[in-house]
Every structure is written in structure tokens, then in C-alpha cells.
């Protein structure tokens, strides 16, 4: 899971960067990049120049637009929803991406449970490749919800903040996607 601690002062870095204070956005940017960087490797871009580029992108937009942020929500959930929709954009330009949005052989589920058996090691390999493959196949709206709740462990206020939805819609696209995967 990643790091989700936030510096003591962040609501006052936050104040002062809308009030223009560059050193405190820089603060801000640089205590965010590494969750920034693996919320994009999470969502299937394997090429480290693009990954860069879309961290650098996240970062002009929240420079563009921290003026608007109004602490209705957490400031990660803001932040990590500037860097969704940047993601979704890079995905829907890209055609190296446009058909297939992780490769179930960069299986991001792992099964720390299984020991030296290489017959069990293999099955739940296979098992989890076979999840992935059905989790590809669900609407966009789906597997992103079960992506950042399952695998990346973010509880449902911060999901539905990020995907700008309520926790109550949410949570029946998380059940509409379980339902999905289960007809498999």
C-alpha cells in the first residue's frame, strides 16, 4: 500500500501555495511524487519516459489549479484525481495503450501465501493471471474502482473523491463489478 502519512503542516503548505508561496508547493510536489508515480504505474503505463511525463504533467496541472482546491476533500484525494484524469487522457490518446490496459503478464496481484510449491506457486499464478484477464475485460468505470480498492488499498472516501463520485455510487459499481467478474 503506499505511503499515506502527510506532513504535519500540510494544510499550511497548502494555504500558502494558493496564496503563491512557490517553496511551499514545491514542498508539497515533492512530498507527493512518489505516491504520484505509483498511482500511474498502477494503472498500467509500463514505459518510464511516460510515467515521468505524466508526473510532470500532474504536477503543472496542480500548479495550474491549486487556487481551486477548496478542502472539501483530502488534499491526496485531489491530488491523486488530478493525476487519474491526466492518466485517462495519456490512455485515450495513446494507441499503445488504447487496447490493452495492463498486460496480464505484469500481474500486479501477488500471493504472498504461497511457499516453495511449485504446483501451488503455479495455480495461483495462472488463477491470478485469470482474474486479471477478467478484471481487463470490465468497463473502465469498473476495474478502476476495484484498482484502487482492492490493489491499491485506498478506502471508499478516497476512491469516490478521486473518481468524483459518492461513496454510495461507488460502492454499487464495486458490487456491479464483482458480479461481473463472478459470471466468469
Not at 514505459?47 to 472539501?72: A, G
Not at 483530502?74 to 494507441?95: D, E, Y
Request: glycine content about 4%; aromatic content about 8%.
Amino acid at each position: 500500500m503506499l505511503n499515506q502519512t502527510n506532513p504535519a503542516n500540510e494544510s499550511e503548505l497548502i494555504k500558502k501555495s494558493k496564496d503563491g508561496n512557490g517553496s511551499a508547493l514545491e514542498q508539497l510536489l515533492r512530498h507527493y511524487k512518489s505516491r504520484i508515480h505509483s498511482f500511474i504505474l498502477s494503472k498500467g503505463i509500463r514505459c518510464h519516459h511516460d510515467v515521468e511525463d505524466l508526473v510532470q504533467d500532474t504536477f503543472i496541472q496542480i500548479y495550474k489549479s491549486i487556487t481551486s482546491f477548496e478542502f472539501r476533500s483530502k488534499f491526496s484525494s485531489w491530488v491523486l484525481g488530478i493525476a487519474l484524469n491526466i492518466v485517462r487522457n495519456h490512455l485515450n490518446r495513446s494507441a499503445q495503450y488504447k487496447y490493452n490496459f495492463v498486460d496480464a503478464l505484469d500481474t500486479p496481484l501477488v500471493d504472498n501465501n504461497v511457499g516453495n510449491e511449485p504446483d501451488r506457486d503455479l495455480a495461483a499464478k495462472s488463477a491470478y493471471q485469470d482474474v486479471n484477464k477478467q478484471i481487463q475485460k470490465l468497463p473502465t468505470q469498473l476495474s478502476e474502482c476495484l484498482q484502487m480498492i482492492c490493489i491499491d488499498g485506498l478506502s471508499y472516501a478516497d476512491t469516490a473523491n478521486t473518481l468524483a463520485v459518492s461513496v454510495s455510487s461507488l460502492k454499487s459499481r464495486i458490487f456491479r463489478a464483482r458480479k461481473e467478474l463472478s459470471y466468469c
